[in-house]
């Protein structure tokens, strides 16, 4: 694990070929010889022909591939986005609103949060073209220790925890048509969820295009199954959005459809929530909807009667595509996590046939079954709420600062101050309630964060040097073993041209 110098960015990785890396099996270096990080500034040095490396350059660059169209980034961003929830439990608004008017009213406010959100995220991730999300823009911004307190939060509850909860949730509902009456077995729901993760991630490694299709058809079937709920609604009346920022290198042309897709996918969602909702509505009464463990499959019961068992199903299948896209998302945040040097550097890898991050997807899928063997993990979602807020309202605050920073740098996307600020503030509510209404679990939240200072120190802050020789020992043969297996090599950073002509200004 290699330090950022000074918390400074553009560092590049010193490509490695995979012939090379081939050749060398026999005699392979030591972890700390596997890598060398070089400011942009020095990077003509790194070729010793005198010439910088670029990507465009030179054929034999390892990177991740462009692979994600515009639709796919639509889908990515609507599969995420429309998970179990709005089958399961849109019943906590109404019970506290306690009307259907001012819950429809609340519905409408949290999409135009989430639109201003994802506004400023855009004008970010065209600005920085680097994968990760917030990670990146907090390190682009705060520096190397803030930015790998956000990974740490991340790699530690955030992203297993989630992943879990969801396959756990997807389990429960493609069983239910087999247990209509009863609970399904425990072992059995935890074993699917387990094959569930495992698939997912195995799909994703085989090829990035692999992973969106799959996305892009349960999204279809997510959202073929609740349009089935809003006409029904309809006729019966008359008689989660910067999921595509961690994904930013490789989608194709991002400083069009980053943007476009965020466009278009927020409407479709905020339209699809506040419908869907009217639908439960038309047909269900409060009480029905506030003692529902499931308020879709409740509807489905009044409205679809033999044919019910197909709601089940519908959010089986929101789950899985929802976890697709977290899957993908969050191997990407630990593969530039690595990059950035606040992770092992084996998980900055790629497969040199397939080009994907397979170490840092094999992590992941790791991490996430090491929670679905906590009984209560449901628990642990109440621990993150506090830090995610804070992490995300501080990446837009990092685009304030850098607004004032770097006035002339290159925005392709800019927007009125107007978006961060409000969204700045809407963050702040959201950080500080929590720690009045919930303050147990927000402190627990915030000593998870501070678990990783000892963490930087031992493996960022300090030199590699004087780091304990049995981590680098350790961390050297996981290293080779890994590459030897998953047949994966060092990356090059997909932004180098671009860090290099904004360094050179």
């Known amino acids: 694990m290699l330090g950022c110098e000074d918390g400074h960015l553009g560092l590049t990785l010193q490509w490695i070929h995979a012939d090379t890396m081939m050749e060398e099996r026999e005699d392979f270096p030591s972890l700390n010889s596997l890598t060398e990080y070089y400011p942009i500034k020095e990077t003509d040095k790194a070729d010793g022909s005198g010439n910088p490396q670029t990507n465009g350059g030179n054929q034999g660059t390892m990177q991740l591939k462009k692979e994600i169209s515009l639709v796919n980034g639509i889908c990515l961003i609507v599969g995420n986005m429309i998970g179990s929830g709005i089958f399961v439990s849109p019943k906590g608004v109404l019970n506290y609103s306690a009307s259907y008017g001012l819950s429809l009213v609340i519905w409408a406010i949290g999409g135009i949060f989430s639109v201003f959100g994802a506004l400023c995220y855009a004008e970010l991730g065209t600005t920085i073209t680097k994968s990760g999300a917030s990670y990146a823009y907090i390190l682009e911004a705060f520096g190397s220790f803030i930015a790998f307190i956000r990974l740490w939060t991340s790699l530690l509850i955030i992203e297993p925890t989630s992943q879990a909860i969801i396959a ?41 295009k692999w992973g969106t299709r799959v996305q892009d058809a349960f999204t ?16 019966k009346l008359s008689q989660g959005w910067d999921t595509l920022n961690f994904v930013t290198e490789e989608i194709k042309n991002p400083e069009r459809n980053l943007p476009l897709a965020i466009a278009i996918s927020m409407p479709i969602v905020t339209v699809i929530y506040i419908l869907t909702n009217v639908a439960y509505y038309t047909v269900l009464d409060i009480n029905a909807v506030l003692s529902s463990d499931a308020v879709a499959v409740t509807f489905a019961e009044q409205v679809f009667g033999m044919f019910s068992w197909t709601i089940p199903i519908a959010v089986a299948f929101s789950c899985f595509g929802g976890l697709n896209a977290s899957i993908l998302a969050s191997s990407r945040l630990f593969f530039v996590g690595s990059r950035e040097g606040h992770l092992p550097d084996l998980l900055s890898m790629i497969h040199i046939g397939r080009f994907t991050p397979v170490p840092a997807l094999l992590f992941n899928c790791i991490m996430s079954l090491i929670y679905l063997t906590v009984e209560d993990v449901f628990q642990l979602i109440n621990y993150f709420s506090f830090s995610y807020w804070f992490f995300v309202g501080l990446s837009i605050a990092g685009q304030l600062y850098l607004r004032w920073k770097e006035p002339d740098r290159h925005r392709p996307l800019k927007l009125s101050l107007f978006f961060p600020i409000v969204f700045c503030m809407c963050s702040i509510f959201l950080v500080v309630v929590p720690l009045y209404s919930d303050t147990i679990n927000s402190l627990i939240g915030i000593g998870i964060a501070i678990s990783g200072i000892p963490v930087y120190f031992m493996g960022v802050y300090l030199p590699a040097s004087r780091r304990p020789p049995f981590v680098r020992t350790v961390l050297g043969a996981v290293t080779r073993a890994t590459q030897l297996l998953c047949y994966c090599v060092l990356t090059e950073m997909d932004t180098f041209e671009g860090k290099l002509e904004t360094k050179s200004k």
């Open 168 to 208: 756990i949730t997807f389990a429960n509902y493609i069983v239910q048509p087999v247990f209509p009456s009863c609970q399904p077995p425990y072992v059995a729901c935890r074993l699917i969820a387990a094959a569930c993760i495992c698939l997912l991630t195995f799909i994703n490694c085989a090829y990035v």
């Open 220 to 235: 279809y079937a997510k959202v073929i199954a609740l349009i089935v709920i809003i006409v029904t609604g309809i006729v």
